[in-house]
RNA sequence: GCGGAAUUGGUGAAGUGGUUAACACGCCGGAUUGUGGCUCCGGUAUGCGUGGGUUCGAUCCCCACAUUUCGCCCCA
């Protein structure tokens, strides 16, 4: 037998129903939203995402599918969904368009991971981006609207972390500060702490191993070492999220794991025994200098991006929509009837279905249960040859008989 | 990339170096000669992750690989 890939996954089932279900619902957040969808290819240059993700950063070191096409191209299977739009922004000239550009995306992406519960190598992301508004009214948007999807979703226990990285220059007064104070204290730090302590002093604060120490605790605080006007622009995010009435916590702590990201950044969390305790479920971030930084004119820029896996297993089970009517027969000549009545009833807009497999009627009506069908189209041959149909209603139990000229209607109306 | 655990039928699972590998659920059929969901009876086609090895003999022991899962790393 062949299997999957390692690190992917068949939807179906139960997580079929849930995938659609978020699928109808990103749509609907969308269209109300105002956000217009894009498709971006699943592979693109590999220069791109080591310009945009960052060259030192784990996604680009160790996670990307890379490979050459028969031209020799250096290609790379998207990480991320940000990197392409962005580009096709770009490479469209989409900012001699009205301003911002409210993008979103919803597609598979590629990640040379060890797999795991809600980790898979090919993954799924739903992500926005607003291209072209510094307003903090959008970081406020980009927030919230996730957050309403997953209310909407019936996700419980959410959570909203959110920072302020400031300028570029703001982090590396932050950054200077951070090494000055952790160099007394570097023999104490965890190994992996040492070595970020050279490549990436600002990971330190995302430690678990240290979280406890009081090294970590008295760590100076990034919000400290932000400009006048980068303070000021937090506190209007903070103030328009307070309007919206979203829950949220500040966590001078959170730092994200790809380059681009300045000022805003924040996490929704989900406290979810499924996802193995807490799971980020969408997290997300300004990205103010990326679209320059890729050969576009600047523009201020900021999304959000959302695991659709994690965000399957933070939801409950949902059920099946129910089969409006099952139709039931034995003989040819019932069947015959049961075949031509099911289209008839298809195209009327009642869904509905019938035995294929040869079943005994007991059989059939179990079959029925199964698909939660509300009405038993039951067929009689005797009763057809009087031009009659029994209908039975599943949940109460009462059982009509029914003109064969009128069960159409009679099955509609109900 | 590092470390640990797991892998038995449609599903959940018990079990042993040697004739028919339990039990439960599900499913199918019958009792009910065309109206079920309870009950009872019966059935469920060469099934022990894959490939090697040890052995007279392996599902059970050894090795490798694959997949899953947990922790680390990282992230959605």
């Known amino acids: 037998m062949i299997l999957k890939p390692k690190g992917t996954y068949d939807v179906w089932g139960n997580d079929a129903i849930k995938l659609e279900r978020i699928n109808r619902l990103i749509e609907y957040f969308c269209e ?17 995402f080591h310009r945009s993700v960052g060259d030192e950063t784990d996604i680009v070191q160790k996670e990307t599918y890379d490979f050459k096409d028969r031209s020799d191209r ?23 368009e009205s ?36 307003d903090p009214a959008i970081d406020a948007e980009i927030i919230s609207m996730p957050y309403r999807l997953f209310e909407e979703l019936g996700i419980k226990d959410l959570n909203v972390k959110i920072n302020n990285l400031g300028s570029k220059e703001d982090r590396e007064n932050y950054k200077k500060a951070l090494v000055e104070y952790l160099k ?10 040492k070595r970020r302590f050279e490549v990436n002093p600002l990971r330190i604060l995302d430690c678990k191993v240290d979280a406890d120490s009081d090294i ?6 990034i919000l400290d070492y932000q400009s006048a006007e980068s303070t000021a622009r937090f506190k209007k995010v903070i103030e328009y999220l ?42 997300g971030g300004r990205y103010n200098d990326l679209v320059e930084k890729l050969g576009g004119p600047s523009t201020p820029c900021m999304g959000f991006a959302s695991g659709l896996e994690r965000v399957m297993l933070a939801m409950e089970d949902v059920e099946k929509n129910p089969l409006e009517v099952y139709i039931m027969y ?3 000549e019932e069947k015959l009837k049961a075949i031509t009545l099911a289209q008839d009833l298809r195209i009327s807009g009642v869904s509905c279905d019938y035995d294929t497999t040869g079943r005994s009627l007991k059989s059939q009506f179990k079959e029925a249960d199964r698909n939660n069908a509300r009405e038993l189209v039951i067929l009689n041959s005797e009763d057809l040859k009087l031009g009659l149909i029994t209908v039975k209603d599943n949940i109460t139990k009462e059982e009509t008989k029914v003109d064969e000229n009128e069960i159409i209607d009679y099955l509609v109306s109900r």
């Open 74 to 96: 250096e290609l790379t299977l998207r990480p991320e969904g940000t990197a392409g739009v962005v580009r096709s922004f770009i490479e469209n000239k989409m900012y001699g």
């Open 330 to 332: 034995v003989n040819e």
């Open 32 to 48: 109300f939203y105002n956000y217009d969808y894009i498709r971006t290819p699943i592979f693109e240059a590999k220069d791109l």
């Open 216 to 221: 970590l605790k008295n760590v100076p605080s």
């Open 242 to 283: 307070d309007y919206l009435d979203i829950d949220y916590e500040i966590d001078d702590k959170i730092v994200r794991g790809l380059d681009y990201y300045d000022y805003t950044v924040f996490e929704i969390v989900s406290e979810n025994e499924a996802l193995g305790g807490a799971a980020t479920i969408a997290a």
């Open 184 to 193: 007394p204290h570097l023999d104490d730090l965890c190994e992996d702490c």
């Open 99 to 134: 301003l911002p550009k409210k993008l979103f995306y919803n597609g598979t992406m590629y990640r040379y991971e060890r797999p795991g519960n809600g980790r898979n190598r090919e993954f799924t992301q739903f992500g926005v981006e607003i291209l072209g508004s510094n």
